[in-house]
């Protein structure tokens, strides 16, 4: 059973814990031009029986750096076996990270972020307790490398120095956040007895039935067309979960929770919210090549949260209004916030976004989206807010092929090879709280955590 996150922000690892690295060996130099100074924030993410998810950002607090290397050490046998946003080495307890093609240029209080799975032994599973750049103690503060400092008071605790720009951001939880929070919150089945399906006629039954259910989905249902989800019902995939061939519709019904199922090859939606069904809870999904929609949402509906979900191999993600003629219905409704999901080259409807106001779409990482990231379209008012994007040729613009233009705005995003986008216009105030994770930081949060299988329910 994976552990809570734990989280810590390195700011006074001294020089010389450093130094008596250098001396036993364990510190090479690099061809990378030495820092003044840095800091670190390492978490582990998740953490289960032999293995955990481990996210760093590492800040440079002095000149400018071309290319950039970070090592800590392991005092307990943690091996790494897999990483991202950076190119990882061990030897023995001593790891090296370094930068990949997108994240080695580090400006003066510039951040890159990576992450990793690693192996641990059950019984502990410490953080690091100091980190170099390029051979420069990252102390939270700067230094100058090649003067070492003496205390006046050897017997007093030196005080780190306070850092120039705050630490970032603690990643954010992976329980219920937005808009599915509001009207009475969404708890679906509640405390109900789980009932485990194995087949497309239970499943079917299950969801259809009236009262309070928690369903659990085991092995892979094949299945065609949509199956009818009525409301209070918690739908989780046990290990391996899939739905084959079909959807889920939520129609009319409320307080809906579906999460860490895999959906593949279904022939119409996977997830359709629709005719003003309220309060439901997308997340931890994995959806790949369907005929339609992953996640659609329209006719009134409202008070959705879709996060922590994995769209690829699939063109059209998530649309949000059905249609440009359906605004008497839609007006006022269709608030949805989409946080944490990772459109891992999805071509469209990112979502497409019609009437809503405000839809708040914020972390979510963006991949080589070959058609656009986010459209606003009817007036509809879209926040796009603490996203990453990455070679992506349109990140996001109003107006859609024939419907016309909504409001956007854009803040705090994060560009690897792609251009800012369209923005315009004001957007309404977002009523419920919520924790903005760094931008830089989102793709390794967000590959780390989103999709089926990186939860247990």
């Known amino acids: 059973m994976r552990t809570p996150q734990r ?7 001294t020089a010389a814990a450093t130094a008596s690295l250098v001396t036993a060996g364990l510190l090479t130099s690099v ?19 032999g293995g955990f998810t481990g996210n760093v950002t590492v800040t440079n607090l002095g000149d400018p750096v071309s290319g950039w290397t970070l090592r800590w050490s392991y005092g307990a046998g943690q091996q790494v076996s897999q990483a991202w946003g950076a190119t990882v080495s061990q030897t023995g307890g001593q790891v090296s990270t370094t930068n990949v093609d997108y994240n080695g240029n580090l400006a003066t209080n510039g951040s890159a972020s990576f992450g990793f799975n690693a192996s641990w032994n059950n019984a ?19 230094t100058t490398p090649t003067t070492p400092t003496t205390p006046t008071n050897p017997g007093t605790p030196t005080t780190p120095p306070i850092p120039s720009d705050p630490p970032p951001s603690v990643p954010p939880p992976t329980g219920l956040v937005g808009w599915a929070t509001q009207n009475g919150g969404t708890t679906g089945g509640g405390g109900a007895p789980a009932t485990t399906v194995t087949n497309a006629s239970a499943l079917t039954s299950a969801l259809n039935a009236t009262g309070a259910a928690v369903i659990r989905v085991s092995g892979t249902i094949s299945c065609s067309g949509m199956l009818r989800v009525r409301s209070n019902k918690t739908i989780l995939g046990n290990s391996g979960a899939t739905i084959a061939g079909c959807g889920l519709n939520v129609s009319g019904d409320r307080n809906v929770i579906i999460r860490n199922l ?10 359709n919210v629709q005719e003003s069904a309220t309060n439901v809870w997308v997340d931890h999904n994995t959806f790949s090549n369907g005929y ?10 409202d008070f959705v949260t879709v996060s922590w979900n994995r769209v690829f191999n699939h063109d059209k993600a998530m649309l949000l209004g059905h249609s440009d003629d359906n605004g008497a219905q839609d007006t006022g409704h269709l608030r949805v916030s989409y ?15 019609r009437f809503g106001n405000p839809v708040h779409v914020f972390n979510n990482y963006y991949r080589a989206n070959g058609g656009y990231g986010v459209a606003s379209t009817e007036n509809a008012g879209v926040l796009v807010e603490g996203n ?42 977002i009523p419920y709280s919520y924790q903005l994770d760094t931008a830089s930081s989102v793709k390794s949060v967000v590959t780390a955590g989103a ?5 247990t329910v």
């Not at 061809?31 to 029986?49: D, E, I, K, L, T």
């Not at 990455?390 to 090879?417: C, I, K, M, Q, W």
């Not at 999709?451 to 939860?455: F, P, V, W």
Request: charged residues 15%.
């Open 451 to 455: 999709g089926a299988g990186r939860i």
């Open 31 to 49: 061809s990378a031009q030495a820092a003044a100074g840095c800091r670190v924030a390492y978490s582990v993410a998740s953490q289960w029986p």
């Open 339 to 353: 946080h944490h999901n990772w459109f891992d080259g999805s071509r469209q409807r990112n979502p497409r976004v």
């Open 7 to 13: 989280r810590m922000t390195l700011l006074a690892a």
């Open 262 to 271: 895999t959906f593949r090859d279904w022939n119409d939606d996977a997830i």
């Open 124 to 142: 502990s599973n410490p953080d690091p307790t100091s980190f170099t750049l390029n051979n420069v103690a990252c102390t939270g503060g700067t």
């Open 292 to 301: 339609d929609g992953a996640v659609d949402i329209k006719r009134g509906s």
């Open 388 to 429: 990453y994007f990455e070679n992506v040729n349109d990140t996001y613009h109003l107006g859609e092929a024939d419907s016309g233009p909504g409001r956007l705005v854009a803040r705090n995003n994060h560009f690897v090879n792609s251009p800012a986008g369209q923005t315009g216009g004001s957007v309404a105030s």
